[in-house]
């Protein structure tokens, strides 16, 4: 099974990006997932995470309010829209699988730079 993430770039501080995250490999649909990303120099930190069915979402301090994590498991897709953007979440993001079918699969990573 793999996850491939996508939809990181280059935004100007307050602007906006969603990122996904697709699982294949799988017959079976997607459960609780994750974002945790890493600045350089930093440790991987998690960012949200969610779930199965989506009852349930926690979130990092510093993105409360806004970033949106959501799971479409009929896509197989978790994303994270990310409002708001600041200098400080300048990172590389990667999704990871917390339960079957890709419960510990991490996602290759997708950079995201806020810099105006």
């Known amino acids: 099974v793999q996850l491939q993430a996508s939809g990181g770039g280059l935004v100007q501080p307050g602007g906006s990006l969603r990122l996904s995250c697709v699982g294949s490999?799988?017959?079976?649909?997607?459960?609780?997932m994750a974002w945790y990303r890493q600045a350089p120099g930093k440790e991987r930190e998690l960012v949200a995470a969610i779930s199965s069915g989506g009852n349930s979402k926690n979130y990092a301090d510093f993105v409360k309010g806004r970033f949106t994590i959501s799971l479409e498991s009929a896509e197989d897709t978790v994303y994270l829209q990310m409002n708001s953007l600041q200098v400080e979440d300048t990172a590389v993001y990667y999704c990871?699988?917390?339960?079957?079918?890709?419960?510990?699969?991490w996602g290759q990573g997708t950079q995201v730079t806020v810099s105006s």
């Open positions: 490999g799988s017959i079976f649909s997607m459960n609780s």
């Open positions: 990871k699988g917390l339960a079957p079918p890709y419960n510990g699969v």
